[in-house]
């Protein structure tokens, strides 16, 4: 009976100290006589009433929160890796539309942003990378519009140019005349027509076989439009050097010759036909008309 009631007394003092777990294994050791218990067998083990239980014997049992931890370390392994799944999806995203040519590409970019953005709306908040998520999530988004506004855009039609008539060539490879309208010490004068982005207009030029470049006067420039894109050195007839703007014509056309996209020094009070319009050709210049063959 003595024995019998410490073994009550133990085993009400284990259920408060460590459980029902530890009450349990108490009495499974020990419901055959006190020659049988693990606390009583172990020589180096005592058990005091008072609360007090031999370190070597009891172990610390698992906190609440550990074991919580450890819980929710084993639910995130379980789960698939949304962070990562989303930002393969965006790198897909962003190699699709460095390639894409047409409608059916950007949509396809797009839909690959939606899919990095559902991913990353799945990240719960006390995921390790959730705020890095909503940033991300801020940055695909603007991806997404991007990438669906190039894909809603109505293609482009396509500009067939009109045939380029070609230049007509006499039996004797003459391939444009130039009327001499004027002569101004002996130079003879020509009409060119100029186009700039304001449109087209004639102007009198002296076709100089001894100017290497084209020069055109401040007022055609303002005329047509043309506008100051550089500048350069050149040296004038009396030996200085001076610095003059340049500016680009779209095209310019002469005696049925056109040259397009053809760069002008702008200054002076007289307009020059040079060399870099027609140095390619065979000249040949006659008392009213000027000659150009292949």
């Not at 500016?247 to 009070?269: F, Q």
Request: net charge negative.
């Amino acid at each position: 009976m003595v024995e019998q009631g410490r073994r009550k007394m133990i085993g009400s003092w284990l259920k408060g100290r460590f459980g029902l777990g530890v009450l349990a294994l108490g009495l499974l050791f020990g419901t055959t006589g006190c020659d049988r218990s693990p606390f009583s067998t172990a020589p180096d083990s005592t058990l005091d009433v008072s609360g007090n239980l031999d370190e070597a014997t009891v172990l610390e049992p698992t906190s609440r929160s550990e074991s919580a931890a450890a819980e929710s370390a084993d639910a995130a392994a379980d789960q698939p890796d949304l962070f990562r799944n989303a930002v393969n999806r965006a790198s897909s995203a962003v190699a699709i539309g460095q390639s894409a040519q047409s409608q059916d590409d950007w949509q396809l970019a797009a839909n690959r942003w939606q899919q990095a953005l559902d991913l990353l709306n799945q990240i719960p908040a006390d995921h390790p990378r959730h705020s890095e998520a909503q940033q991300k999530i801020q940055e695909y988004q603007a991806n997404l519009q991007a990438a669906q506004s190039r894909a809603d855009q109505p293609p482009q039609p396509i500009v067939i140019p009109d045939p380029v008539a070609p230049v007509a060539t006499a039996p004797d490879g003459r391939i444009g005349r130039l009327n001499i309208v004027a002569r101004r010490s002996g130079i003879p004068v020509v009409s060119a027509t100029m186009t700039g982005p304001r449109g087209s207009a004639s102007f009198d030029m002296l076709f100089d076989t001894g100017a290497s470049g084209t020069l055109i006067t401040a007022a055609m420039a303002e005329q047509i439009g043309v506008s100051i894109v550089g500048q350069a050195r050149v040296t004038v007839a009396d030996g200085r050097t001076v610095n003059v703007p340049l500016g680009r014509l779209e095209a310019i056309e002469v005696g049925g010759v056109t040259k397009n996209d053809l760069t002008v020094a702008i200054g002076g009070d007289v307009a020059l036909l040079g060399q870099d319009f027609y140095s390619q050709y065979r000249i040949t210049i006659g008392p009213d008309t000027i000659d150009l063959y292949r």
